[in-house]
């Protein structure tokens, strides 16, 4: 049987994945002896050119905006050339290798596009490159055969396999993924799509055994990961699970023994604003230790919440943020600018509601919207900041209320504006031979 090397490319971006794809590696590792050697690296390339097994995976996890950093771009091009003289596997996974698969092969130049769902499709993938066998039967991959693009049959569980947040080895230590996909439909957003809508929870057993190894090890501070932080057990995905979400807290709070801090509710536990009522907050007062809770509102419009799908009106954020403001908390309000369909009204509505929130007490965290490949917004313009919110902005900065990345979002919009449209008629161009 040939060697294996495989090298996961790390980056500080996607440093929250890294640690669950490099524990299902180190699993899969056990019992493949082929296995010589798992990399964790900033320079690939350096560890490309030092390894001496058979066989070399690279593996990246990618968002969008990595796409467009220059390091990477140039460590893609020689990694291609490096093919040449080398049997190397480029894999790339994450969010944005789900929403452009086509691109992430044709335009990145990688071999496989993995969609989601690593615990299942890595091993399987892993195996079938090493025995050089047909990857049509590897669920939830694109991959190129020959001028072909295969994508193979979409698989989730019902359940999320065994991984891990840490691995001490490469002392990377994430926060607890408590929840996986989501089953809102914000037309922003790439989270729901990756899971096909739907939703699965991780166990109360492995919620205790990682606060457990946690704690053990020193650490002081225990994060959560979910895309809606209050929703743990939540059935429909429509409204919180008081019981169940108790269990989880008190859950983590006997493995650590009440000694480290809980964090529940801010990044990356965001949640959302119709999850938060007085019994939720009841329950999170009694374990969590943070004092600001972040809550994706987005706009201030009513008719524009209900345009991109957010499932809550404005006036749900209002009790939402009385309520948070009477437990002590700090209400830290997420808002995207540029959205599409938003017009001057929405404009002068959101503006008003910014600061309104921000002289409550609230922090306003401001967004540009961009268009995330594989959203139903993929094929809209750019966000464009209108005066009004800058002239609300400044006022609200006075204030000492404001956050955000909006300015560096408005040009990373008009670089992934650009790429979608260009990937589009790519997409348009080939054949996806597609097996169930
Ligand atoms: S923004 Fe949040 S609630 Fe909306 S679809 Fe995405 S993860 Fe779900």
């Known amino acids: 049987m040939k060697s294996v090397t495989i090298i996961v490319k790390y980056s500080d971006l ?32 350096n560890e490309v050119l030092k390894c001496d097994s058979d066989i070399i995976v690279v593996m990246y996890s990618l968002m969008t905006p990595q796409i467009f950093d220059v390091e990477i771009i140039e460590e893609l091009k020689m990694l291609r050339d490096l093919r040449k003289t080398h049997d190397l596997v480029l894999i790339a996974g994450g969010p944005h290798a789900s929403g452009d698969p086509v691109g992430t092969l044709l335009r990145l130049g990688f071999d496989i596009a993995v969609l989601r769902e690593g615990e299942i499709t890595i091993p399987r993938l892993l195996d079938a490159l090493v025995s050089y066998e047909d990857l049509r039967d590897v669920p939830n991959i694109v991959y190129r055969d020959g001028e072909k693009i295969i994508k193979t049959l979409d698989y989730i569980p019902d359940k999320i396999y065994t991984s891990c947040p840490y691995v001490d080895r490469f002392r990377i230590y994430a926060p607890l993924e408590i929840m996986r996909g989501c089953k809102h439909a914000c037309k922003y957003c790439q989270t729901p799509r990756i899971y096909m809508f739907k939703v699965r929870y991780r166990s109360l057993d492995e919620i205790y055994r990682w606060c457990r190894h946690y704690y053990k090890i020193g650490i002081k501070t225990i994060r959560y990961l ?4 209050f929703a743990y057990g939540s059935k429909d995905c429509k409204r919180p699970n008081i019981k169940a979400l108790e269990n989880m807290l008190k859950t983590s709070y006997e493995a650590v023994e009440g000694k480290s801090k809980l964090v529940l509710g801010t990044f990356p536990s965001e949640v959302r604003p119709d999850f938060i009522n007085r019994d939720v907050l009841e329950v999170v007062s009694k374990y969590v230790d943070n004092k600001k809770i ?9 008719r524009l919440l209900n345009y991109i799908g957010r ?39 959101t503006s008003k509601v910014m600061l309104e929130f921000a002289k409550k007490g609230c922090i306003i965290r401001g967004h540009t919207f961009m268009p995330l490949p594989g959203t139903p917004f993929e094929n809209e313009k ?11 902005l400044r006022e609200i900065e006075k204030l000492k209320r404001l956050e955000g990345y909006w300015r560096e979002q408005e040009e990373l919009a008009e670089k992934i504006h650009k790429y979608i449209i260009e990937s589009l008629s790519l997409r348009s161009s080939v054949t996806l031979e597609c097996y169930r």
Not at 226 to 229: F, I, S
Not at 333 to 343: A, S
Not at 382 to 392: A, F, N, R, S, V
Request: glycine share 8%; net charge negative; with cysteine.
């Open 294 to 302: 972040s809550i994706g509102v987005q706009t201030g419009s009513n």
């Open 226 to 229: 979910a895309p809606n932080g």
């Open 311 to 349: 499932g809550h009106n404005i006036e749900c954020v209002y009790e939402a943020v009385d309520l948070c403001l009477e437990y002590g908390y700090t209400p830290c309000l997420d808002f995207i600018f540029g959205l599409p369909g938003e017009t001057e009204e929405d404009v002068e509505i």
């Open 382 to 392: 750019p966000g464009k900041i209108h005066p009004k919110y800058l002239e609300t």
């Open 14 to 45: 996607s440093r929250f994945s890294l640690a669950y794809v490099l524990s299902i590696l180190e699993n899969y590792s056990i019992s493949r002896r082929f296995v010589k050697n798992i990399i964790l690296a900033r320079d690939v390339v």
